[in-house]
């Protein structure tokens, strides 16, 4: 077992570093009878945002004896050398990308292939960068895509530099937390097998306590509509679930259902925090202020149901801390990332990386088979996945014709002019760079 971790996080003042550090403060018991400490470096061009980010990794050190400690930096290179994972989390390059959407004419769901395809080849100059000092600094490190598209950019990584890179995503976690608060049982009680992609995929399977938990879902969904602490942004969700006999992974991203936000639930605009890092900034700020760690955020939130900590996207703190039990050169149980998929599931490209249970054996990760569920249900899911195999390889430049697969074998609602002008010019964009 190793006896030290050092974590590369670029855009180290993401506020994720604090569910980070609450992560490892989960395994803070093991990692001490064991001898680990844990090294953080933060590396942000806004200092600031960073050093309060290291303070707050302080404060987690200072007030429960977690082993990790955080240092701060403007320098991709020293943040990376001698790391043993590389975390990305940087914003979007939204100037970067705004004549693309203007060609395109109307809002596209992040899930489109028009989406996941601008948003990864917009932040390929950065991944090169990153490849480049991870091979030269730190060859045996995995990097993790924290940012969207999570699976095209691990894919990429992957596949044009060499290096194991896996994508991570709250959804299927989330999940699991809000059908344990529901169920009234524990996380550990829920299990469930799972296929997908980023932010779309399909729960195969569901057990509750070793009982079949989608027999249980069937006699009691109905009735959790009508409970006062019913998560109202899951009305899509409840009502898809009681029309296919199926779970989605995701309860937040609908794509390709139709539903609307703010009609659907009942919330009003400013009830729904846009970005959702609007939520948490004013607890974490109270927090450092104080000198506390964060507490529950409050039942008249919209996650407020669940009484989850004020922390971004607090749920995927199970599956960070079983990736650095992981790393460290355990055994974990299942957990969900997006990873390549290989011999595990068939009926799907060994190209794809997909959202599936993984499991890290005496340190070694595998991509675990899925349960299958009925081909009506997961036929459009295989499309999708042919269409993110098609842009990662469009965009490492194994198939010059990717892109045009990826947008026009499967129509979304852009109209056919839109669709060929923003085709052509991402063609122009991608001939640039060579």
């Known amino acids: 077992m190793k006896k030290q971790l050092k974590i590369s996080y670029i855009g180290g003042g993401s506020m994720f570093v604090c569910t980070m550090a609450h992560a490892i403060m989960e395994i803070r018991e093991e990692l001490q009878k064991e001898g680990v400490s844990i090294d953080v470096s933060l590396m942000d061009i806004n200092l600031n945002n960073a050093d309060a980010m290291r303070r707050y990794v302080d404060l987690v050190r200072e007030k ?13 290179e020293e943040a990376i050398t001698g790391s043993d994972l590389v975390v990305l989390s940087v914003p979007e390059k939204k100037k970067d990308q705004d004549e693309f959407w203007d060609l395109i004419g109307q809002p596209v769901d992040l899930e489109s292939s028009y989406a996941v395809a601008l948003t990864a080849v ?3 100059d950065l991944m090169d960068q990153i490849a480049e000092l991870m091979k030269r600094t730190a ?3 995995m990097f993790a895509a924290l940012m969207n598209p999570t699976d095209t950019l691990a894919a990429y990584m992957q596949k044009k530099h060499g290096i194991t890179s896996i994508g991570m995503c709250v959804e299927v976690q989330n999940l699991i937390t809000t059908l344990a608060y529901l169920l009234g049982v524990k996380e550990s009680e829920i299990e469930l097998s799972h296929i997908g992609v980023n932010h779309f995929g399909w ?3 569901l057990k509750v306590c070793g009982k079949d ?4 879902l069937r006699e009691q969904m109905e009735a959790w509509k009508q409970r006062p602490d019913w998560p109202r942004y899951w009305n899509w969700f409840a009502d898809l679930f009681l029309a296919t006999g199926y779970l989605r992974t995701s309860d937040a991203h609908r794509w390709p259902v139709g539903f609307d936000w703010v009609e659907g639930t009942g919330l009003g605009k400013d009830e729904i925090p846009m970005p959702i890092s609007d939520l948490y900034q004013p ?3 109270e927090a450092l202020e104080k000198g506390e760690l964060v507490g529950k955020l409050p039942k008249t939130s919209i996650y407020g149901h669940v009484q989850y900590e004020a922390l971004m996207y607090p749920s995927l703190k199970g599956t960070f801390a079983q ?3 992981g790393l460290l050169g355990h055994t974990t149980a299942p957990l969900p990332l997006q990873v390549q998929n290989g011999k595990a599931n068939t009926g799907v490209s060994p190209e794809a990386w997909l959202e599936i249970p993984c499991r890290f054996t005496e340190g070694k990760l595998a991509p675990q088979t899925a349960e299958q569920a009925p081909e009506w249900v997961t036929a459009q899911l295989e499309d999708i996945i042919q269409q993110r195999v098609w842009i990662a390889d469009w965009l490492v430049g194994s198939d010059p014709e990717g892109l045009r697969k990826a947008l026009f074998n499967w129509q979304d609602t852009v ?3 839109h669709a060929l002008a923003f085709w052509r010019r991402m063609e122009e964009y991608m001939a640039a760079r060579k």
């Open 323 to 325: 990736l650095i039990r």
């Open 415 to 417: 109209e056919i002019g």
């Open 203 to 205: 729960v195969t399977s």
């Open 283 to 285: 607890y974490i700020r």
């Open 64 to 76: 429960t004896g977690t082993p990790i400690i955080a240092s701060v930096t403007s320098s991709m």
């Open 139 to 141: 060859p045996d490190a």
């Open 122 to 124: 917009t932040n390929l």
């Open 213 to 216: 938990g989608y027999a249980l």
